[in-house]
């Protein structure tokens, strides 16, 4: 090994690790409230406006950034990830495809 490739090495390692961290950060998902669960929409009733504006509801889940997280489709038919904040209903991040 030379001198100039023993070097590489703790560059290489300190950017694989870089990276690592960036892609966990960034699969960490959206903090939506830190109210209390009492201060929430009722999950039944929040999904049921949801479909009466059109969406389908695959999958429906409280993430660990307080958010409720639907997978489904819009009413246009389009598949959507959606984080709402579960006081407000607001849409916090949205993600097509």
């Known amino acids: 090994m ?3 490739s023993s070097r590489s090495i703790p ?5 694989a690790l870089l990276s690592l961290f960036a892609a966990s950060a960034a699969h960490a998902g959206s903090q939506c ?4 669960r009492t201060a929430w929409q009722d999950a039944d009733k ?3 406006e949801l479909k009466s504006q059109g969406y389908q ?13 639907i997978y489904g ?3 246009t038919g389009k598949k959507v ?3 709402f904040d579960p ?3 607001q849409i916090v991040k949205q993600e097509s495809r």
């Open 57 to 69: 509801i695959g999958k429906f889940k409280i993430t660990s950034g307080q958010c409720y997280e």
């Open 2 to 4: 030379t001198i100039a």
């Open 33 to 36: 409230t830190t109210q209390p």
């Open 81 to 83: 990830e959606i984080y």
């Open 46 to 48: 929040f999904q049921a």
């Open 87 to 89: 006081v407000s209903g």
């Open 11 to 15: 560059g290489l390692a300190a950017l």
């Open 73 to 75: 489709r819009d009413k």
